[in-house]
């Protein structure tokens, strides 16, 4: 009955943030936990995309027969670990220090996280 309720006070875009997504837990560590555990997996992903774009930039580095590709992710992707360090330390500041600040923070590398493995898997394809 909760998530129905929730479902209908929240548009769909709220509902797919991570701590949303954690609803029925029953307490912030409960909560904190939950999204905790979805960065772990988050990451898991982004390695595993990552090395399936990189094998894709290699194919592509030998069959062009110039080595452009492979720097170019690994600078994509060092970017992008900058970018979401310091985005998501940023929304983590905007909760002046308050105690969801880490659940915060951790939201955000999941929703990045997320979005960063699409985008791997598509330059794999």
């Known amino acids: 009955m909760r998530w129905v309720l929730v479902s209908m006070l929240f548009p769909l875009a709220a509902v797919a943030d991570p ?12 909560i904190g936990s939950c999204v905790s555990n979805m960065e772990t ?16 930039a290699q194919e592509l580095d030998e069959v062009t027969g110039r080595v ?8 994509a992707q060092t970017a992008w670990q900058t970018y979401r360090d310091a ?21 955000c590398r999941v ?9 791997l898997l598509r330059y794999a394809n």
Do not use: H, K, W
């Open 111 to 119: 929703d990045l996280g997320r979005a960063r493995v699409d985008a």
């Open 68 to 75: 452009v590709a492979v720097p170019a992710l690994e600078a």
């Open 41 to 56: 997996r988050v990451n898991a992903a982004i390695e595993s995309s990552y090395s399936l774009a990189l094998g894709a």
């Open 19 to 30: 701590t949303m997504e954690c609803i029925d837990a029953g307490s912030q560590v409960e």
């Open 87 to 107: 985005q998501c330390e940023a929304v983590g500041a905007s909760f002046g220090g308050g105690s969801g600040t880490g659940i915060a923070i951790t939201a």
